[in-house]
């Protein structure tokens, strides 16, 4: 019956949760996407994993392409189909996964965006430093563009997390994964001012968070969106920037003053070497950007 795929799809996603430490948001996403696959098959009679084919599989992409989702959406979803039917395949549900024979559309490529060095010395100079607030958010900017961290991963860390003697910070990242962060001297500077704030909130409760909001408590990453799009507004930034803007431009501007593509994904925690090579694409487009600006022959 229908129940058993839905049994093989709950055993899945606690498996996913225990081996890879998923968060519940990415959860969330998989248990919604593999919903809709399983209700797919249940309107076709397709009761069993071995009943599923390719032909369900170009089905049910088909019916997904007819909503009109996007490119992302629509990869994000086979991925997870793709992934649960794997496990049923190492599990031996199935003999092999009819994934295999499934030619997906290439999701358009887009290139993140990025700032340029100028653009990015105007925004990390917008907080006021001399207040309190002002001096807190210099330090984040600078952390985040000098490490390359995310929004959740900038807010997650603890005082504990930063050694300022050896230039390094502890990062929680995705699936839980550690990984050392390298902070830059401007980073530094800016952190051991604002830790030295006296005016600063503080907390009694150990451990204690590095960024604090007004009350005291750790700061969120809604909050920090907010904060980064005020001094974007402030810097006179004409563009559309998040705080992940700066991770890509801290990536970016690495590879643009000569660093090497696997040092820049062991900084970047990236487990696959493939995602950090969107990076090349955009150093490549900025190249062009200044040669056509400049040689007198260009156009």
Known sequence: MAAHLDEH???????????????????????????EFLAYLNGRGIEQPEDITVRALRGFLGQLEERELSDTSVQRKLSGVRSFLNWMTRVELIDASPAAGLRSRRSARRLPTVLSEEEVGRLLDAPDQTTPLGRRD?????????????????????????????????VLGKGRKERLAAVGSHALTALAEYLADPLRPHRKERPKPLFLNARGGRLTTRSL???????????????????HTLRHSFATHLLDRGADLKSVQELLG??????????????????????EKAHPRAE
Not at 228 to 243: E, F, Q
Not at 271 to 286: F, G, M
């Open 138 to 170: 210099r330090a984040i900017l600078e952390l985040m563009y000098s490490a390359g961290t995310r929004a959740s991963e900038t807010v997650g860390l603890d005082e504990r997390d930063v050694d300022r003697r050896r230039g390094v910070a502890k």
């Open 225 to 243: 969106e907010r904060m980064v799009n005020k001094y974007v507004l402030k810097a006179g930034i004409m563009r559309h920037a998040t705080p």
């Open 270 to 291: 990236h487990a696959n070497l493939v995602t950090t090579q969107i990076y090349t694409h955009v150093s490549v487009e900025r190249l062009r950007e200044i040669y």
């Open 9 to 35: 799809c709950d055993r899945f996603l606690l498996e996913l949760a225990s081996a890879r430490g998923s968060s519940k948001h990415t959860l969330r996403a998989y248990g919604g996407d593999l919903g």
